[in-house]
């Protein structure tokens, strides 16, 4: 007895199997994570350091440099990458593809603790589970034309940021044109130096008159009282009133010497979304997180986070990156709907009889239900690559069935009975099926035993092509018997004569003339045969060595980030008033759904002369090809004097951490700054030279002005 003949006797059990594989797999698609393609970005992490005030060269000498020290030991770090620009400090840490994050962090901040760094340092690092160089998953927008900027920026900061970063899966939450409310004190030197007063008396007494310190509490016999004084300043009014010294016997108020202001405490900061100020909040998941899965619990959040807003507050979505990834897992879906129903009538045209249809047909779906169900089990995605791994096994799957009938068939045609036919065909042609799938099997092998990225990227899409063969496998080593031997019937099936006669009448007789012919032909001119495949192998080895190659194509998701770069000397003013023109330049073009910008030196743009764009494109069906709309952007920014504009299209897989405007980025390490600085515009130069490459630039910001005080010492000690 075969192993089939268990199957064939037992109908009804194999058919309850058969029925949980389906359950299972309605399951296991339910549960199926969404994403656009599979997880293969490595573990990241980034330390930003604020030390306001200090230049990038300060900034390289007191916080990058120990930092870079601690943070260099630990194991598993593949790849650190460092920027010092003025007042911050941002160090990306990569490390190896299986290295647990969690595990990462803690000696993250075990080398943030021993590291030796300034003890005037403001605000200590802190550290982000996030790859710098992913674009955000979803941006919102927060405008008002009622409430002032600082405020509707304070309820971003305050509110909004801290709730959206308690969502799983979420990174990091910026906030683009984070103007945070302050007092802000502008000295008049003049009048400070005829009192007789400096800037560091000013400091000493701001200081003492802003205490923020326990007060302790009165313990009596039977009442307790908590002391509380009035020792924090609130308001620039407070502060203006503060006596900072005395002269003469006059109190010298802090309004004598300087213009006190309820403002902002970084006024180099400003943020747009379609030409109207905004604060924007750039929200970043983690690395390894789910995007749909992630942005579907942000959107759930936002009627509550709404509620809390003032009615003057609007609280929009910019940008959706799970738009386009929804849209193209959906469209996959379908080609995978439209390839099992082409599979299913091919089989039809050429067995032409209905339930010799249906039972390879049934092959399908619940060979495809039950690698959903194992693809559940396993943790993997329902993405691009695994859908159309789904859609190339459809049209593996039926052919067990397929040999697994024909061969039952001829039993039928010889006379014996359904369930006999089934057992002697099931038992001989067994083994067959088992080779055919190891033989496919073995095919993937090199996908699956394939290292670095590319390893895990067709990882998945392996697994799932294995996965469904050996499901079709087991079907047709199971049900299909079982149903051939009680739904074939001899008889049911056209006999041998019968065929003769079906052949030679109408479309299937011609074609099987032409095939006939076609062979003979074929075998008369052997010769001409081989030297015609010969000639197809030479063609095809030519072909691909002349093809161009590349990991993948470049997607267009319909975002576009793009970086305006002007003059390393441009002051705020400028540089706003230029950003806001090429952002107007930008919404006039056709293409563009949206316009959003940002400026301000911080953990995206690293320098005041460099501002962050991001457009949201039109749907496909309403603009042109990403290539088209990519230059007429370009040509609409070309007339704007004084800046540069570098479009980047957002992607669904980031497989670099680091934050470039280009597309390519290269890495040039030297001991000596000033060599480097010097070397560094020579490949510059040199690399603009080649005509396939276009939007050459580097993030080596060493040309703009600055005062240099050289201080005498010796004259300074003897002044005191």
Not at 546 to 573: H, R, S, W
């Amino acid at each position: 007895m075969g192993f089939s003949s268990t199957f064939i006797r037992r109908p009804i059990a194999t058919s309850l199997l058969m029925a949980a594989v389906l359950l299972l797999g309605i399951i296991g698609y339910k549960a199926l994570p969404v994403s656009a393609l599979p997880e293969i970005e490595a573990p990241s992490l980034v330390v930003s350091t604020q030390y306001p005030g200090a230049s990038a060269t300060t900034i390289a000498t007191l916080v990058t440099t120990p930092l870079e020290q601690q943070l260099g030991q630990i194991s598993g770090l593949t790849m650190m990458s460092s920027n010092s620009a003025a007042g911050l400090s941002t160090i990306t840490l990569q490390f190896a593809m299986d290295s647990n994050l969690d595990v990462a962090s803690q000696d993250v901040q075990s080398a943030l603790r021993t590291a030796r760094l300034p003890n005037s340092l403001p605000y200590p690092p802190v550290y982000n589970r996030v790859n710098p160089a992913d674009a955000p998953i979803i941006t919102l927008a927060l405008t008002s034309d009622s409430v002032p900027l600082r405020d509707v920026n304070n309820y971003a900061d305050s509110i909004l940021s801290q709730r959206l970063a308690q969502v799983s899966g979420v990174g990091l939450v910026s906030i683009a044109g984070n103007v945070r409310p302050a007092v802000r004190v502008q000295v008049d030197p003049g009048k400070l130096a005829n009192l007789g007063l400096t800037m560091e008396d000013v400091r000493s007494a701001l200081t003492q008159a802003n205490v923020n310190a326990a007060k302790g509490s009165l313990n009596g016999a039977v009442q307790t009282y908590e002391i509380g004084t009035n020792d924090q300043l609130q308001s620039a009014a407070e502060y203006a009133n503060t006596i900072i010294a005395y002269k003469n016997g006059a109190p010298v108020k802090l309004s004598d010497v300087a213009t006190v202001v309820d403002g902002v405490e970084n006024d180099q900061l400003a943020a747009w979304a379609n030409g109207k100020p905004a604060v924007l909040l750039d929200i970043r998941r983690q690395p390894g997180a789910n995007i749909i899965k992630t942005v579907d619990q942000i959107e759930q959040t936002l009627p509550e986070l709404r509620a809390v807003l003032p009615a003057g507050i609007h609280l929009s979505v910019f940008a959706d990156r799970t738009i386009t990834i929804r849209a193209s897992v959906h469209d996959v879906e379908m080609t995978l709907l439209i390839a099992i129903a082409l599979v299913v009538a091919v089989i039809f045209v050429f067995l032409r009889r209905l339930w010799a249809t249906i039972i390879p047909a049934v092959a399908v779906p619940l060979s495809l239900m039950g690698t959903f169900a194992i693809m559940a089990f396993a943790g993997f995605s329902l993405d691009n690559l695994s859908l159309m791994a789904l859609t190339v096994a459809t049209g593996f799957v039926v052919d067990d069935a397929i040999v697994m009938i024909e061969n039952i068939v001829r039993y039928l045609e010889q006379g014996k009975e359904g369930r006999d036919a089934a057992e002697i065909g099931s038992r001989e042609i067994g083994f067959t099926v088992l080779s055919l799938t190891v033989s496919l099997i073995a095919v993937f092998l090199p996908l699956l035993l394939m290292p670095g990225v590319t390893g895990r990227l067709f990882h998945e899409f392996a697994w799932v092509l294995t996965i469904a063969v050996a499901i079709s496998m087991g079907v047709s080593l199971t049900l299909t018997p079982m149903m051939c031997a009680y739904l074939l019937k001899p008889g049911s099936l056209p006999t041998g004569d019968e065929e003769a006669m079906e052949h030679r009448r109408g479309f299937y007789a011609r074609m099987l003339g032409w095939y006939e012919s076609s062979l003979d032909w074929v075998l008369l001119h052997r010769r001409t045969t081989i030297l015609v495949a010969a000639a197809s192998v030479a063609v095809t080895v030519l072909l691909y060595m002349a093809i161009p190659k590349d990991l993948l194509p470049e997607q267009d998701t319909g975002l576009i980030t793009g970086v305006v770069q002007a003059d390393n000397d441009i002051a705020f003013p400028a540089m706003s008033k230029a950003t806001e023109t090429v952002s107007a330049a930008l919404r006039r073009d056709p293409a563009v759904a949206g316009v959003a910008a940002f400026i301000g030196a911080g953990s995206i743009n690293p320098t005041l002369n460099q501002g962050q764009v991001s457009i949201v494109l039109k749907p496909r069906g309403q603009r042109g090809s990403l290539d088209q709309v990519v230059a007429s952007l370009q040509k609409d920014v070309a007339g704007v004097p004084g800046v540069e504009l570098f479009l980047k299209p957002v992607q669904d897989i980031t497989l670099d951490t680091t934050v470039a405007p280009t597309e390519y980025q290269y890495a040039i390490s030297e001991v000596d700054p000033t060599d480097l600085a010097k070397n560094a515009q020579r490949v510059v130069q040199a690399v603009k030279q080649l005509p396939e490459l276009a939007d050459v630039s580097d993030n080596l910001a060493m040309n703009g002005r600055a005062l240099k005080l050289d201080i005498d010492r010796t004259a300074a000690s003897r002044l005191g």
